[in-house]
């Protein structure tokens, strides 16, 4: 797959001191930079598979992906402020990410009984390379050589050269009693290059069981309505090492010079004794049909459990580093219901299908010892989510000074900007999570003879953060502002939901911002997702010798019901400004040969 990108990037313009200023900003010259992107795929996958004996196989696969990328960023002399150099300026970038990945199986399925035993063992081993060089070349004489690196005076190189491996061993014993019975244990081994000596390997298992009662003769004879029923648990242990490549070295970077001469400088601290993120999951679910299947309904009940979650853990700025990745010394859950419905109705000229998803998570610190003392005091709470947010309660606008007035919790007359729980005596609360309360969608597919037409709807409830935490108090900058802002309090005597603005910074002011005031309620319903679309009848395409040809219409983020004051709903639990998710519309003609 070959793709050429040219874009116009927004880069900002930068004044020598390393600020930033607005009124400096020339859009126009701004436009005159470019961005020019050329990515390569290629992916192959091989699977054979022989059987040795009857119920023996061997089954092996292997599998090859390469990804290319080329870029180039150009900014002509013309996108330079003329009191700061005219010289143009480029970066090129050139990476590749390249996977590759070897299954070797083998099964053996034997008939005992009454019941069929499968056993399946196996090893998985994978291999990434990353690797790329970034060139940012300045000082060219003319702009008609900015594409070609050779032509600057001044070249800074960065390089990148990353290596992941992976291995694994398992394996699986299912027993199946009359396909009404069900019992399988599953054992495996994983190794990863992310973690230190003797911590590369963790064990993990799980068991399971099922009872597909509706093969029960008495189920069968006494309700009738009642077309399928399984009741399934199971309890197991998985491993996580989604972090990054050698966390537990300590690294260092050129990224400075001392003087004119090159030098390096630490840019990680080594910590080799965090070990795999083990996570303890139970579940419990009832599968059912009805009518034939027409009506299917799942309900599951899930709780996971993990006490050392990979995160990285804070550090005070005086250590020279934010923080290093470690295994949290916390007890957190996550718990919750899940529920599916499926309908089908009609048959030949119509059909109605319907699929809907309702899912209640609950996630909670359970324990976190010595927690008060912690670089986590201000931010986790015992018997909360990890994902709270926390700021002032808002009271009132001060009807003679128009300043904004919060809650002084611990009632000592400073407002301070510490939470106030795990006896850190400040005056921040828990405003809500960013995590939703429960999401759910539901999707219609309507066929009328050739016709087709499916519509998918989201919902979510949640909170987020709104136009108010989006620099309210210094809204007289030369930058857009929200109608919603304009009953801010004017005069002594008003009488004011939102206080005066400032045009300078003022850290009094914002309190406003970081208060409950900006972080309300964020739930929507959205229709994700709308789809027309017509398959020509098979009599038509004969002459044609087309084997099916397809026309659709398709439209997303058509329309957001909320109550929301935001861009997008969708990613309010994010504080900074963000693009909208996109309106897009497609039209296309699918066919097979």
């Known amino acids: 797959m070959l793709s050429v990108v040219t874009s116009v990037p927004n880069y900002p313009v930068y004044n020598p001191d390393g600020t930033y200023n607005w009124a400096n900003t020339n859009y126009v010259a701004q436009s005159m930079a470019y961005n020019k992107s050329q990515t390569q795929n290629l992916n192959s996958n091989l699977i054979l598979s022989y059987e040795l004996m009857p119920g023996l196989k061997l089954k092996g696969s292997m599998g090859y992906n390469r990804i290319e990328n080329g870029q180039i960023v150009v900014y002509p002399s013309s996108y330079n402020n003329p009191a700061f150099g005219i010289q143009g300026r480029s970066i090129f970038t050139n990476n590749y990410i390249q996977t590759l990945l070897f299954e070797p199986q083998i099964s053996y399925d034997k008939q005992i009984s009454k019941g069929k035993l499968s056993i399946l063992g196996g090893a998985t081993t994978q291999q990434n390379h990353t690797q790329g060089t970034d060139f940012d070349v300045s000082g060219y004489s003319s702009d008609l050589l900015l594409e070609n690196p050779g032509y600057g005076s001044s070249i800074y190189a960065t390089g990148t050269n990353v290596d992941y491996k992976y291995l694994s061993v398992f394996g699986r014993v299912t027993y199946n009693w009359e396909d009404k019975y069900i019992i399988n244990g599953t054992f495996r081994r994983d190794g990863s290059s992310r973690f230190g000596p003797d911590k590369k390997f963790g064990d993990f298992g799980s068991i399971g069981s099922a009872w597909i009662f509706s093969e029960e003769n008495l189920v069968k004879d006494n309700l009738k309505f009642l077309s399928f029923g399984k009741l399934r648990g199971s309890w197991g242990t998985t491993g996580n090492d989604g972090i990054g490549d050698y966390q537990y070295l300590s690294t260092y970077s050129s990224t ?48 996971n459990r993990s006490g050392n979650q990979l995160v990285g853990y804070p550090l005070p700025s005086t250590t020279g580093f934010s923080s290093y990745i470690a295994n949290l010394p916390a007890l957190v859950q996550n718990k919750g219901w899940e529920f599916e419905l499926s309908t089908s109705t009609g048959k030949g000229t119509f059909q109605w299908k319907t699929s809907s998803n309702l899912t209640i998570p609950n996630n909670k610190l359970l324990r976190f010892d010595n927690l008060q003392s912690s670089t986590y005091a201000n931010s986790l709470v015992v018997g909360q989510p990890l994902n709270i947010v926390q700021g002032y309660h808002f009271l009132k606008v001060d009807p003679q000074t128009g300043s904004e007035v919060v809650q002084d919790i611990n009632k000592d007359g400073n407002i301070e900007a510490v939470s106030s729980y795990n006896n850190q005596g400040g005056d921040y609360i828990i405003m809500g999570k960013t995590s939703p309360d429960w999401y759910g969608g539901m999707n219609n597919t309507f066929i009328y003879k050739n016709f087709q037409l499916d519509v998918f709807i989201q919902y979510v ?46 850290p009094s002011a914002q309190n406003f911002q970081m208060s409950d005031a900006g972080f309300t309620d964020a739930s929507f319903l959205r229709f994700k997702n709308i789809s027309f679309s017509y398959n020509f009848p098979s009599d038509m395409l004969k002459h044609l010798k087309i084997h099916s040809l397809r026309l659709y219409v398709q439209a997303q983020n058509m329309v957001t019901i909320t109550r929301y004051k935001g861009y997008d709903p969708e990613l309010a639990g994010n504080p900074a400004l963000n693009v909208p998710t996109l309106r897009t519309f497609n039209v296309g003609l699918q066919t097979s040969l």
């Not at 109608?483 to 004017?490: A, H, I, R, V």
């Open 461 to 506: 409830r949640q909170k987020g953060y709104n136009i108010y935490s989006y620099n309210y108090s210094n809204f007289g900058w030369l930058s857009n502002g929200w109608t919603d802002y304009l009953g801010y309090w004017k005069k002594p005597g008003d009488i004011a939901s939102l206080p005066k603005p400032t045009y300078n910074y003022d």
């Open 256 to 303: 400075q010079n001392y003087g004119s001469q090159p030098s390096i400088i630490p840019s990680r601290i080594a910590n080799n004794n965090y070990s795999w993120e083990v996570n303890k999951k139970l579940e419990f679910a009832l599968d059912l049909g009805f009518l034939n299947n027409n009506i299917l309904f799942s309900t599951a009940w899930y709780m």
